[in-house]
């Protein structure tokens, strides 16, 4: 069963950027579609993107686009979230998931496993 690490979250000022990665061990990563999900308390955990196997069909929610890129390295098993003009709003705990399903995407319940989660703060 694929595990799922994420780092890269932080402290960050508005407008600033940072990139998050997640980390995938036990094998089969090329042939998962990943994602990325944010969460904040009280809130239900919300879609960000997903990207497919090999990179050539990926989706953003609407508050994503243009703003967030997300990318993978198959060769080093490592899924991408660049963020970019991050406003206090983005603030949440970001999980990143897998799964073989092909549809259904945008639903936490298409992801068979899921990381522990890197908290992103956006303040002044």
């Known amino acids: 069963q694929v595990q799922l690490v994420e780092s890269g979250g932080g402290l960050v000022q508005p407008g600033g950027s940072l990139r998050l990665s997640c980390v995938a061990s036990?094998?089969?990563?090329?042939?998962?579609?990943m994602a990325w999900f944010r969460q904040t308390p009280g809130k239900e955990r919300e879609f960000v993107a997903f990207?497919?196997?090999?990179?050539?069909?990926?989706y953003y929610e609407d508050f994503a686009r243009g703003r967030f890129t997300i990318s993978r390295d198959n060769a080093k098993n490592t899924l991408y979230l660049q963020m970019k003009d991050l406003q206090p709003v983005d603030t949440a705990v970001y999980y990143c998931?897998?799964?073989?399903?092909?549809?259904?995407?945008?639903?936490?319940?298409?992801?068979?496993?899921w990381g522990q989660g890197t908290q992103v703060t956006v303040s002044s």
């Open positions: 990207i497919s196997q090999h990179s050539d069909g990926k």
């Open positions: 036990g094998g089969g990563f090329s042939g998962l579609v």
């Open positions: 998931a897998s799964t073989v399903r092909i549809a259904g995407l945008r639903n936490v319940n298409a992801y068979d496993a």
